[in-house]
């Protein structure tokens, strides 16, 4: 019988007060893990979490992702609060449309918004983790990508699946680099899961037009993920660092 065990273990998962980031956050801690919960504007949720888990001295730490200082803000927050960290799941991220049918100026300000959380703020804490986990000896990084890299996307969602290829890139490249001292890097790639983020794709398109493009009869939950991704936590997925994990319910098959 598979036993993870994740006591001791500190966490710093971004996103964390609502949809993946809450489900995995919950079951870290039900597993034993220190979490700092990070959030932007959730603060009832991103709290509530922790409520539930509080023997495991988890916190919430507020940022917006889209600021450079913030996200330094946040990281040294969060080490002046544990001392150490021991993995970095990057899962923030915004779905923003920007159709080609707006004007440019318009089309491209949802491109740098788009950038600047889902994947300047993502390189920045990987240079940041990478520092802090040089100096303890070890550490991890799950990054949190996207079906989008691997079959494209359609056109209003050209910044989302361009930044989610940003971060497969990089997380690849994290691993190949720095392997040899003890850092490992994996890639959770999702399809459409049923988030509050995915709640307006929904009311405009409807959830069957989801459900025909899937090889399974329902939608895939944030809770559906939690258990692949405790397992990279654990140690015991280590030698398929810089692997890419597929769960987008048989919608894209590679």
Known sequence: MLDIDLNGKTVLLTGASNGIGKAVAEFLMKMGARVAVHYNSNKEQAAASVAKYAETGSQIFKADLSSEKEVYALFEEVLQSFDKIDLIILNAGVFLSHTTN??????????????????????????????????????????????????????????YAASKGGIVSLARSVARSFGKHNI??????????????????IKDHG?????????????????????????????????????TIDMNAGSHIR
């Open 102 to 159: 707006q004007n440019t100026e318009d089309w491209f300000t949802v491109w740098k918004k788009t950038m600047d959380i889902n994947l300047s703020a993502v390189g920045l804490l990987t240079k940041l983790g990478i520092d802090h986990f040089m100096s303890h000896g070890e550490g991890r990084f799950i990054y949190i990508g996207s079906r989008a890299v691997f079959r494209g996307e359609t056109e209003e969602y050209l910044a």
């Open 184 to 201: 490992k890097s994996f890639i959770l790639s999702p399809g459409f899961t049923q988030t509050q983020m995915a709640e307006g794709f």
């Open 207 to 243: 959830e069957q037009k989801v459900l025909d493009e899937i090889a399974l009869n329902k939608l895939t939950k944030p809770e559906d993920l939690s258990p692949i991704i405790s397992l990279m936590c654990s140690g015991l997925m280590d030698h398929a660092t810089g692997a």
